[in-house]
C-alpha cells in the first residue's frame, strides 16, 4: 500500500515533468520533443532534447533571456524530482 508520502512525492514528480515538457515546448514549438521531455523523468528526457535538438536550434546557447530562464527552472525541477525519487526510494527500501 502507498502512503501519502509517497503519493505526494509522485506528485510533485509528475508536475515537474509537466513543466519540463511545457517549457520545451515554448521554447522549440514541437510537439514531440517536448513528449519525449515530458515521457523520461529525471532529466533523461530534458538531456536528449538539449544534445539532439537545442544545440541545434541555438549554436553556442545563444538563447534569448527569457528562453533561458525557462531551461534554468527546468533544471532546477530536475534537481526536485531526484530529490523527491530519493525519498520514495529510501522510503520503500528503509521500512521493512
Given at each position: 500500500?502507498?502512503?501519502?508520502?509517497?503519493?505526494?512525492?509522485?506528485?510533485?514528480?509528475?508536475?515537474?515533468?509537466?513543466?519540463?515538457?511545457?517549457?520545451i515546448f515554448?521554447?522549440?514549438?514541437?510537439?514531440?520533443?517536448?513528449?519525449?521531455?515530458?515521457?523520461?523523468?529525471?532529466?533523461?528526457?530534458?538531456?536528449?532534447?538539449?544534445?539532439?535538438?537545442?544545440?541545434?536550434?541555438?549554436?553556442?546557447?545563444?538563447?534569448?533571456?527569457?528562453?533561458?530562464?525557462?531551461?534554468?527552472?527546468?533544471?532546477?525541477?530536475?534537481?526536485?524530482?531526484?530529490?523527491?525519487?530519493?525519498?520514495i526510494y529510501?522510503?520503500?527500501?528503509?521500512?521493512?
Open positions: 500500500m502507498i502512503d501519502i508520502q509517497t503519493a505526494f512525492l509522485s506528485i510533485i514528480i509528475l508536475l515537474c515533468q509537466c513543466y519540463i515538457g511545457y517549457t515554448h521554447i522549440t514549438h514541437e510537439k514531440v520533443a517536448a513528449l519525449i521531455a515530458w515521457a523520461l523523468p529525471l532529466g533523461l528526457g530534458l538531456y536528449f532534447v538539449q544534445v539532439g535538438l537545442l544545440e541545434r536550434i541555438f549554436p553556442d546557447w545563444h538563447l534569448p533571456d527569457n528562453d533561458r530562464y525557462w531551461l534554468q527552472w527546468s533544471y532546477a525541477f530536475v534537481m526536485i524530482q531526484y530529490i523527491a525519487a530519493a525519498i529510501m522510503d520503500f527500501f528503509t521500512y521493512s
